[in-house]
């Protein structure tokens, strides 16, 4: 299980992730919503919302008559989500396992895009999603999938298994928690969902320098980039992974290969 620090935000790493998103999780995230089927008037809860891009884009999609709402734990990213606020769009500092502050059934539409995986508790955060939906209400989760590891964590696996980062063995904390299909599906079906689709979809993307992949994984991680490793050793196991992935170099750039897993699952009843 993943112990990841929420201490370790910058306003640097909120800005850079803001920027760099828009390439990445943005993208899945039009995907999940796709898949979840987002309709005009939905009142809509994005758990881990982050900056808040793909929460205002869903708010364009609910028009004015829907409300989105967007929670996060990191204040520094519920800053920059704020900036984008109107009248049915708001964001709040908030965590998965407790959303107490939305009454019971009052969402038509929940989900977490590139969330899940960060999340300690999963099957609290699933309990408390599920409250807050209305019956037939959609849920879409968008994440790794542990049955196709992220090229990203098999390289800095590969760095952490070598001398003298090995000695640390605590260090591969805050590595994210992905799941598998049957996972996901056990998971959902055991907090009362109705399993609807469980997809992977691998997308392939080149890159100029090992440098920009790796600094956007800390934007991403929230600074959690070698968390646990003590402060002088870190800049060395930074060059060991620069170096593994320059090893996928290719006249285009570094290959880079990611895996999103879509799960989606509905809450019993209505519709
Ligand atoms: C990779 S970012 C994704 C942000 C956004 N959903 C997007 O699509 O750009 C992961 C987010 O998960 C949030 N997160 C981590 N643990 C969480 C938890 N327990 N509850 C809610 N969000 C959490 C982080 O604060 C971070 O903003």
Known sequence: MSAVSLISDTEDLALHYEQESIKRQFVSGQVLLGKIGIEPGMKVLDIGCGTGLLAQHVAQMVGSNGMVTGIDPLPLRIDLAKRKSTATLDFFVGDAVDLMRFPEASMDAVYFNSVFHWIKDQPLALRQ???VMKAGAPLGIASGSADHPLQFHVLK??????????????????QPNNLSAADYRKLCA????????????????YHDSADDIVDFYNASAFGNLFGNLPVELKAGARDALIAE?????????????????????AKPGGR
């Open 190 to 205: 055991d907090t009362g969902f109705v399993v609807r689709d469980i997809s992977v979809e691998t997308t392939v993307s």
């Open 157 to 174: 696996d590969r760095v952490m298994a070598r001398k003298p980062y090995s000695d640390y063995a605590e260090a591969i904390d805050g």
């Open 129 to 131: 999603a599920f409250r």
């Open 245 to 265: 992935f320059e090893a996928f170099r290719t006249p285009d750039g570094i290959r880079q290969e990611r895996s999103h897993l879509f799960a989606i699952a």
